[in-house]
């Protein structure tokens, strides 16, 4: 088992920043590919960005590419999501993932652990 935490989230205006963590324990963190995903209400979950183990391969979600960075320190067990420029439609819960991987993929039902989620609001 693992257990996903996310914290960071809350309330920026449009164009601020944020930096979501996502804390891991049980397995080897490392073993694992991490992905961000997030959901605004009343709309499907939808990838946001998934970091290979070693950290050194990351994609990313065409609607966050060159504003949204994922990156990881497996001696600490965290995965993170630096949010720039945020907008008003990055209004959503954002929560991490894991799964026993090379590289993770887009689509969220091929990912084993979940945390619980953080709320991000973006005011205009």
């Known amino acids: 088992q693992v257990q996903l935490a996310e914290s960071g989230g809350g309330l920026v205006q449009a164009g601020g920043s944020l930096r979501l963590s996502c804390a891991a324990s049980g397995r080897t963190f490392s073993d694992y590919a991490m992905a961000w995903f997030r959901q605004a209400p009343g709309k499907e979950r939808e990838f946001v960005a998934t970091?290979?183990?070693?950290?050194?391969?990351?994609n990313y979600a065409d609607s966050i590419k060159g504003r949204f960075t994922i990156s990881r320190d497996n001696a600490k067990n965290t995965v993170y999501l630096q949010m720039s420029s945020l907008k008003p439609d990055d209004t959503a819960v954002y929560s991490c993932a894991a799964v026993l991987r090379v590289l993770g993929t887009a689509d969220w039902r091929s990912y084993d652990y979940w945390g619980q989620g953080t709320q991000v609001t973006v005011s205009s």
């Open positions: 970091i290979s183990p070693s950290g050194g391969i990351a």
